[in-house]
């Protein structure tokens, strides 16, 4: 099949997860705990989280951010499909 000429599907989902996080990270490349949970509140506003459950890591890099991404995932996934 033909490539979409922009990302549709997984990779556009991909793209904005990592857009998102370069928003709120700012230009250290770190969510702290501030531009985490603004991120979560602005992004995924419908759903809700524990950060207390979430380590005590006070930065957080990309691949670290998509582990977190990757665990609420799994946790929410009824979640979800309830909103879909
Ligand atoms: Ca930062």
Excluded: N
């Excluded at 670290?64 to 979800?80: I, K, P």
């Amino acid at each position: 099949p033909r490539q979409p000429s922009h990302p549709t599907g997984e990779l556009a989902a991909m793209c904005l997860i990592i857009q998102s996080f370069h928003d709120h990270a700012g230009e250290d490349e770190l969510l702290d705990k501030t531009e985490l949970k603004r991120l979560l509140k602005t992004e995924m506003p419908g759903l809700l989280f524990s950060l207390d459950d979430q380590g005590s890591a006070d930065k957080m890099s990309f691949p670290e951010y998509m582990t977190l991404m990757a665990s609420f995932a799994c946790a929410c996934q009824g979640q979800v499909k309830s909103m879909m």
